[in-house]
Nanobody, 123 residues
Framework: QVQLVQSGGGLVQAGGSLRLSCAAS????????MSWFHQAPGKGRVFVAA????????TYSDSVKGRFTVSRDNAKNTVHLQMDSLKPEDTAVYYC????????????????WGQGTQVTVSS
């Protein structure tokens, strides 16, 4: 099982930026799909963004497209989520996910999860 350790997050005003990072312990990191989900209080985990090496690009939910950017550093086995123009509705616990075994945007497709990190956007 892949071990994922997250960092970043915190409290920011609306319009501000935050960067999340997720370090993965996997030998074939460069070929692994890495994704981000978020979970608001009382709700399930929702797909946010993913970096898919074999698709040569990123994919985003409509709610974050144009504001969030996924990037990866294969030398450090780390994926980042740069979040700009943050809105109060972005407030949630954010999780990175790996070890994909199904559709990219489906929570149950992933077998490994980070510990989660809180992002709070004040209005």
């Amino acid at each position: 099982q892949v071990q994922l350790v997250q960092s970043g997050g915190g409290l920011v005003q609306a319009g501000g930026s935050l960067r999340l990072s997720c370090a993965a312990s996997v030998r074939t990191f460069s070929g692994a799909a890495m994704s981000w989900f978020h979970q608001a209080p009382g709700k399930g985990r929702v797909f946010v963004a993913a970096n898919i090496p074999w698709a040569a690009g990123n994919t985003y939910s409509d709610s974050v497209k144009g504001r969030f950017t996924v990037s990866r550093d294969n030398a450090k086995n780390t994926v980042h989520l740069q979040m700009d123009s943050l809105k109060p509705e972005d407030t949630a616990v954010y999780y990175c996910a790996a070890d994909l075994k199904g559709p990219i945007r489906v929570e149950t497709s992933y077998r490994s999860w980070g510990q989660g990190t809180q992002v709070t956007v004040s209005s």
